[in-house]
């Protein structure tokens, strides 16, 4: 199978069949047994489960508040993306390298604590309370909450981009009589809008499948404050392992859907780059 | 304007992403030093820190192993169905944690593919540490071998090809080319796999079964110390793992500075080379 210029180093039969049955035990044999586990159920089975009122509630829940969460780190994702690589001031290392801390903290800590920060008597939540603004055990706190754990997404794929972009061009437009934000929206904003939408949908795609950090922040009632993993939970809960193959395979569906996406979005972005 | 923004950066990092840290240790310090002393010597969350560690102990070197392996594979040499390969290899990223963990079960779980052959040898892996290690190599799979394959192939083979022709065996060339080359980029991945694996916790909570002081995890301590509403102890646990995301943000900049003097050094020696 080796061919051409690299064929003279040794081992390959050795690591490739290692790397393929590794694989295929840790990874392709367990999700492989789900799938076909779930093919031996009937159509009306399936749907009947997969598509419940309460599986529904659960995907518009998810979907939604992994888009809004997703949109919110697109703005301030930009904003802190550009703040990063383009101004110099004290202190900007420690800020950069604090953007990757939702990636470093397990999500059960970021739940317990957001949950704790916005609630009554928490450190923001005197002063969000009075003001009639809920964050804890609502909606609002799950967008919150996903908001958080996909944070790093959007700066750092936008953080190359900026970088390798020609402060030329908005020079050029700035001569030509643009403002500063007629400048930002048609000069800099479609350059980045491939590597925008990149960072968007994987923030998106890491959103619909969080579990932890949901779970402390959310009322966690069936139809009404419950995410697509937590029926998955309840299912498994009450020993009903083919209902929760059921939804569990509608999650696949959907994380390969996104995972596809964001391939085309990574091609579209590298072609604008080149 | 540079101003505002820059302000409004530091302002949005500072309260979204400082202020639920310092929350962490605030409620964990609540009632006192002897109080936070004392929730963490409870003799159950002592079990589930040894537990983290031991899961941790068993999941990043297999990884590691796994991540080296595949790297030479994929990286230095060429073969029909690269890309599926890399795709696959990244896929257990693309998938919720909760699935993650449901997988197994289908797997291993008393009504799972080999639930009757298991039970029938009075081997238990679900609710059990192993089932707590299996889903954690899953979520954890990727880290090692995704940091080391674009590395080793933007270095190519032509120092190892050059070992090989001075009379360098192939376990030589990988020991004293390869290995000191990606060294960098290696101990960054098995930080980020340690640091996942450590505060896993959807899939860990699938396979678990929640015993106190037997199969919980720290991350999972955090939770039914939460649920029993012992703040302190919730977040003494949870200020373990806070400490965890800081020492692993610390060593991933220190790391990834290292990697870039690496880098500039690399391209100042490459000249003089063959």
């Not at chain 1, 790093?152 to 934000?181: I, K, M, N």
């Not at chain 2, 030479?72 to 890309?83: D, E, N, P, S, Y």
């Not at chain 2, 106190?212 to 793992?241: C, D, M, N, W």
Request: charged fraction near 15%; hydrophobic fraction near 55%; charge should be positive.
């Amino acid at each position: 199978m080796a061919t051409s210029r690299a064929s003279a180093l040794p081992g390959f039969g050795l690591t490739m069949g290692y790397t393929l049955a590794y694989l295929g035990l840790v990874v392709l044999l367990p999700l492989g047994a789900l799938l076909i586990r779930v093919t031996s159920m009937t159509w009306a089975d399936f749907g009947k489960v997969a598509f419940s009122d309460r599986a529904l509630a659960a995907y518009r829940l998810t979907f939604g508040a992994s888009f809004l969460a997703a949109s919110l780190n697109a703005v301030l994702g930009t904003l802190l993306a550009w703040v990063l690589t383009r101004y110099r001031f004290p202190g900007r290392k420690f800020l950069d390298a604090l953007v990757d801390f939702p990636f470093a903290l397990p999500t059960a800590v970021a739940g317990l604590t957001l949950a704790n920060l916005f609630s009554q008597n928490g450190w923001l939540g005197r002063f969000l309370v009075p003001l009639d603004i809920r964050l804890a055990y609502t909606t609002g706190g799950i967008v919150m909450a996903l908001t958080f754990v996909s944070l790093p997404f959007v700066v750092r794929t936008l953080q190359p981009v900026l970088e390798d972009f020609e402060v030329e061009l908005e020079e050029a437009a700035a001569t030509l009589g643009a403002g500063r934000w007629r400048t930002f929206r048609s000069v800099v904003l479609p350059a980045l809008l491939p590597a925008l939408l990149t960072g968007f949908a994987l923030a998106f795609a890491r959103a619909v499948g969080e579990y932890g950090s949901v779970i402390f922040i959310s009322t966690n009632k069936p139809y009404v404050s419950e995410i697509t993993p937590q029926v998955i939970m309840g299912w498994l809960d009450q020993f009903e392992y083919a209902s929760a193959m059921a939804v569990a395979v509608v999650m696949l569906a959907a994380s390969f859907a996104i995972l596809v996406t964001i391939n085309l979005l990574e091609r579209w972005a590298s072609r604008f780059q080149r | 304007m540079r101003r505002v923004l820059i302000g409004l950066a530091v302002a949005f990092v500072g309260v979204f992403l400082l202020v639920p840290l310092a929350n962490v240790f605030a409620q964990a310090m609540a009632k006192g030093w002897p109080a936070y002393q004392k929730s963490l010597g409870h003799p159950d969350t002592l079990a589930s820190v040894r537990l983290t560690l031991l899961v941790s102990a068993c999941c990043v070197p297999l990884n590691l192993v796994f991540g080296v392996i595949a790297a030479w594979a994929v990286a230095k040499f060429q073969f029909r169905g690269k890309a599926l390969l890399i795709t696959l290899i990244d896929l257990p990223f693309s998938v919720s944690p909760v699935v993650s963990g449901l997988i197994y079960v289908v797997m291993f779980g008393a009504q799972g593919v080999l639930g009757p052959w298991l039970d029938a040898r009075d081997i238990q892996i679900i609710f059990a540490m192993p089932g707590i290690v299996l889903a954690t190599l899953f979520v954890t799979f990727p880290f090692v071998a995704r940091e080391l394959i674009p590395l080793m192939e933007a270095q190519g083979s032509d120092a190892e090809q050059a070992a090989l022709t001075l009379g360098a065996s192939g376990w030589q060339t990988f020991r004293h080319v390869t290995l000191p080359s990606v060294k960098w980029g290696l101990l960054y991945g098995v930080i980020l796999c340690n640091a996942r694996a450590m505060g896993e916790f959807g899939a860990v909570s699938v396979v678990s079964g929640h015993i106190s002081g037997v199969t919980e995890t720290l991350p999972l301590r955090i939770e039914k110390l939460h649920q029993e509403y012992q703040a302190v102890g919730a977040f003494s646990a949870a200020s373990l793992l806070a400490i965890l995301a800081l020492v692993t943000l610390g060593l991933k900049t220190w790391l990834e500075r290292r990697q870039a003097i690496e880098h500039a050094r690399g391209q100042n020696d490459s000249p003089s080379l063959p």
